[in-house]
C-alpha cells in the first residue's frame, strides 16, 4: 500500500514538474508546479513528516505558486519567454546538473546533518521545533530566502512587462 | 477470505466510512450548506426589516437552499467563448474538496473527527492558503475582465491577512503548547476556555478569517455592487451552485475552527451532549459573521491593504507577547 501510494504521489510530482517547464500556457505551468509541490508535500506525510508537509504546501503552493501565477497573469502569455531550442542540450545538462547534486547531497548529507536528534515516526514536534531553531537555526533563515527569491523573480517578470 | 458484497457492505457500515459520508462528512455538509443559505437571507431580511424568503416550506421557506439547488441544477451549463474550459470548471470542483477538507480536521465530538492529525491547526491554514489561488485561476479562466479583476483582488487580499491569521492563531498554539485541535480543546478542559486569555488573538482571528472569507465587509473579490460578483460573473446555473457551496461550507469550518480554538469546542456542562455544545457555539459564531454582513459597509482594497499590513500584524504581535507572558508567568502550564 505505502509502496503504491509513494509511486503513485512520485508519478505526480515528476509528471507535473516537467508539464510546469514544458507547458506553452505559462499559467499551466504554473499550476503544474503548485501540483508538483502539492506531490512532493505528500511525499513528506509519507515520510511521516507531516510538520514539513503542511508548511510545504502553505509556503510553495500558499506562497510561491502564488506570486508565480500572479506575475505571469499579469505579464500575460504572449510576452513570456519564448521556448527554448536546444532542448536536448538543456535536459543533458538538468541531467547531469541533478547527478551531480545527488552525489553532493548523498556525500554531504551523512556529515552535515548528524545529531543526536534522528526525528523518526512518532516525533514529539516540541522537539522537532527546539532542535529547528537551536541546532539548525541559520539554515533556516537561509531557507527563509526562499519567498525572497520567489518576489524577486516575480518583480522581474513583472519589470520586463514595462519594457516591453 | 469474506466475499466481496460482504466486504462491501463492511466497509459501508464502518464507522470510519460513516464518518466521512454522513456525519461530519458529505451529506451532513450539503445539508447544513443549503440550510445556512436560508438562514443567512432570513436573517439578513429580518436585519433590514423585511421578511425574507417565505414560500418554500410551511415554516419560513426553511427549505429555500434546496430549492435554490434544484433550480440551479436544472439551468443550462454555458461555458463562455474563450473560456479556458479546464480551469472553469476544476477551480469550483477543487474549492468544494478544499471545504469538505477543512471539516475533517475539526473535532465535533470526543472522538467524533475524521481526521485526528498531529499538525491539525497549521494544516486546516495551509489547506486554507490554496483557495485564493482556485479563485485566481477561476477568475483568469473566465477570460473576462470582471472575473479577473475579482481574481486579482483576491490575491492581494491574501496577502493582507495571512499573515497575521497565522499569527493570531499561534497565540492559542504558544499556551497550549500543541497543535492538535483535540490537544487544544483538552487543554481547555483543564485550563478554562482560551478567549480570556486570548480575547485580542480571537478577535484578530474572527476579522482575519471573515477576510478569509470573502464576507462583508471583506467581499472585495465578489463585490457585487463594484464588479458584478467578481470571480463568479460568468459562471453558469450548476458551477455556480458549485461556487457558492465552498463560501458557507468555509464559513461552517471556520466557525467550528473558531470554538474550537476559543470556546473549548465541545466542552460544557453534561446536561447536553457534548455535540449540541459543539454546534450551539459554532452557530452563534456564524450568526455573528452573518451580522457583520449586515451591518458594516465593505472596505476598500487599499484601506484593507493598509490596515493588514500595519495595525493587524502589529495587534497580532502584540497578542503573541501576550501569549509569552501568559506562558512564562504561569509555570504550572
Given amino acids: 500500500m505505502t509502496d503504491l501510494t509513494f509511486l503513485a504521489l512520485a508519478t505526480v510530482t515528476v509528471a507535473s514538474a516537467i508539464l510546469a517547464l514544458e507547458a506553452r500556457d505559462l499559467v499551466y505551468g504554473a499550476a503544474a508546479l503548485g501540483i508538483s509541490f502539492l506531490g512532493i508535500a505528500g511525499l513528506f506525510f509519507l515520510l511521516d513528516a507531516s510538520y514539513t508537509g503542511v508548511f510545504q504546501i502553505a509556503v510553495y503552493i500558499g506562497a510561491v505558486v502564488v506570486l508565480i501565477l500572479f506575475t505571469v497573469m499579469l505579464v500575460g502569455p504572449q510576452l513570456g519567454e519564448p521556448p527554448l531550442e536546444l532542448k536536448r542540450l538543456s535536459l543533458l545538462v538538468a541531467l547531469l546538473i541533478s547527478l551531480l547534486l545527488g552525489t553532493a547531497g548523498s556525500l554531504t548529507s551523512a556529515a552535515a546533518f548528524r545529531g543526536p536528534d534522528n ?15 537551536n541546532q539548525y537555526g541559520v539554515p533556516l533563515e537561509f531557507l527563509s530566502l526562499v519567498l525572497a527569491a520567489a518576489v524577486i523573480g516575480a518583480l522581474t517578470l513583472a519589470k520586463a512587462d514595462r519594457k516591453g | 477470505m469474506p466475499d466481496p458484497i460482504s466486504q462491501i457492505i463492511q466497509l459501508v457500515t464502518s464507522t470510519y466510512f460513516l464518518e466521512i459520508v454522513v456525519f461530519p462528512g458529505l451529506i451532513s455538509i450539503a445539508i447544513l450548506g443549503a440550510f445556512f443559505t436560508w438562514f443567512e437571507r432570513k436573517l439578513t431580511a429580518r436585519v433590514q426589516l423585511r421578511i425574507g424568503p417565505l414560500y418554500s416550506s410551511p415554516v419560513g421557506g426553511i427549505l429555500q437552499g434546496f430549492a435554490d439547488i434544484i433550480k440551479l441544477l436544472f439551468k443550462e451549463l454555458i461555458i463562455p467563448e474563450g473560456a479556458d474550459r479546464f480551469f472553469f470548471i476544476m477551480s469550483p470542483v477543487t474549492a468544494l474538496i478544499i471545504g469538505a477538507a477543512l471539516l475533517g480536521l475539526i473535532p465535533f465530538a470526543p472522538g467524533v473527527q475524521i481526521a485526528n492529525v498531529d499538525v491539525g491547526l497549521p494544516a486546516f491554514l495551509a489547506i486554507l492558503t490554496l483557495s485564493p489561488t482556485l479563485v485566481l485561476l477561476a477568475g483568469w479562466s473566465a477570460n473576462s475582465k470582471f472575473p479577473f479583476i475579482g481574481g486579482l483582488r483576491a490575491l492581494f487580499q491574501q496577502t493582507a491577512y ?53 464576507r462583508l465587509p471583506f467581499d472585495l473579490p465578489e463585490a457585487e455592487s463594484e464588479i458584478m460578483m467578481g470571480w463568479q460573473a460568468e459562471y453558469p446555473g450548476p458551477l455556480f451552485m458549485l461556487v ?9 469550518a471556520f466557525a467550528a475552527l473558531f470554538s474550537t480554538l476559543y470556546l473549548g469546542g465541545y466542552l460544557g456542562p453534561a446536561i447536553i ?18 451580522l457583520f454582513r449586515s451591518t458594516f459597509p465593505r472596505v476598500r482594497l487599499d484601506q484593507l491593504l493598509r490596515q493588514g499590513w500595519t495595525t493587524l500584524l502589529t495587534l497580532s504581535i502584540v497578542n503573541i507577547v501576550i501569549a509569552y507572558f501568559i506562558v512564562v508567568g504561569v509555570p504550572a502550564i
Fill in chain 2, 162 to 214: 495571512e499573515i497575521p491569521l497565522w499569527l493570531s492563531a499561534l497565540g492559542v498554539v504558544m499556551i497550549t503548547g500543541t497543535l492538535n485541535l483535540t490537544g487544544i480543546v483538552q487543554f481547555q478542559q483543564n485550563n478554562g476556555w482560551l478567549i480570556l486569555p486570548q480575547a485580542l488573538g480571537a478577535l484578530l482571528f474572527i476579522v482575519t478569517s471573515t477576510a478569509e472569507m470573502e
Fill in chain 1, 119 to 133: 526525528c523518526s515516526a512518532g516525533c514529539d514536534l516540541i522537539r522537532l521545533s527546539t532542535t529547528l531553531i
Fill in chain 2, 244 to 252: 457558492q457551496g465552498p463560501a458557507f461550507i468555509k464559513l461552517y
Fill in chain 2, 273 to 290: 451532549p457534548p455535540i449540541v455544545w459543539f454546534f450551539l457555539k459554532t452557530i452563534v459564531i456564524i450568526v455573528a459573521i452573518m
